[in-house]
């Protein structure tokens, strides 16, 4: 496993942007796929972004639905860091979003094996 540490998150108006940075330690980052996730109030967790484990500069990046378009993935392996972009930003958009790694990676909760601590991204109307 690895321990993952988010940073980057605050309050924002609609419209903005903000960058999410999770910086992972303990295990060798470029074979580990990367997830981020989101919880708001009384919802559950969901997918929002993952990219694959890299070999060189090829990798997979893939989006949920709802940010697509507004929201980039990308992760720097000298720097054991994934970050994600999230530009025109909407008051939905308001959650605490969490950092996940795993040897495969995907879209569910349970492919993942290592998670942070969450960062809160709020986004004022």
């Known amino acids: 496993q690895v321990q993952l540490v988010e940073s980057g998150g605050g309050l924002v108006q609609a419209g903005g942007s903000l960058r999410l940075s999770c910086a992972a330690s303990?295990?060798?980052?470029?074979?580990?796929?990367m997830g981020w996730f989101r919880q708001a109030p009384g919802k559950e967790r969901e997918f929002v972004s993952a990219?694959?484990?890299?070999?060189?500069?090829?990798?997979?990046?893939y989006y949920a639905d709802f940010v697509k378009g507004r929201f980039t993935i990308s992760r720097d392996n000298a720097k054991n860091t994934v970050y994600l972009q999230m530009n025109s930003l909407k008051p939905e958009d308001t959650a605490v979003y969490y950092c996940?790694?795993?040897?495969?990676?995907?879209?569910?909760?349970?492919?993942?094996?290592?998670w942070g601590q969450g960062t809160q991204v709020t986004v004022s109307s």
């Open positions: 990219i694959s484990w890299s070999v060189g500069s090829a990798y997979y990046a």
């Open positions: 303990g295990r060798t980052f470029r074979t580990y796929a």
């Open positions: 996940a790694g795993g040897p495969i990676g995907g879209t569910g909760l349970s492919e993942y094996e290592s």
